[in-house]
């Protein structure tokens, strides 16, 4: 069984910050990619930002230059830092992790999401 489990949402007034974090943990051989995606009301989910353990990361257009990524591989936990918050990022954010279980299985897990709330 593996289980991300992300941390870190809350309210913040536009042109704030934030910090999520999501750590994996369970019967876990090795992660190959983790990353964030969101989905506001209404609306499909769609990729933030996802970190390869090779290093290379990748970013949605309407968020480069405002979040960072970045993992910890030792801990297998996965950070995103968000910047210059507008409303628009206001949604369910949902941590990605894609590994091997010990068991040779690869798929993709998913947290059970966090709120971020941009208003004032």
């Known amino acids: 069984q593996v289980q991300p489990v992300e941390s870190g949402g809350g309210l913040v007034q536009p042109g704030g910050s934030l910090r999520l974090s999501c750590a994996a943990s369970?019967?876990?051989?090795?992660?190959?990619?983790m990353g964030w995606y969101r989905q506001a009301p209404g609306k499909q989910r769609e990729l933030v930002a996802n970190?390869?353990?090779?290093?290379?990361?990748n970013y949605a257009d309407s968020v480069t230059g405002r979040f960072t990524i970045s993992r910890d591989n030792a801990k297998n936990t996965v950070y995103i830092h968000m910047n210059s918050l507008k409303p628009e990022d206001t949604a369910v954010y949902y941590c990605?992790?894609?590994?091997?279980?010990?068991?040779?299985?690869?798929?993709?897990?998913w947290g059970q999401g966090t709120q971020v709330t941009v208003s004032s």
């Open positions: 369970g019967n876990i051989f090795s992660i190959s990619a």
């Open positions: 970190a390869a353990s090779g290093g290379r990361t």
């Open positions: 990605n992790a894609q590994l091997t279980t010990r068991g040779g299985l690869f798929a993709a897990y």
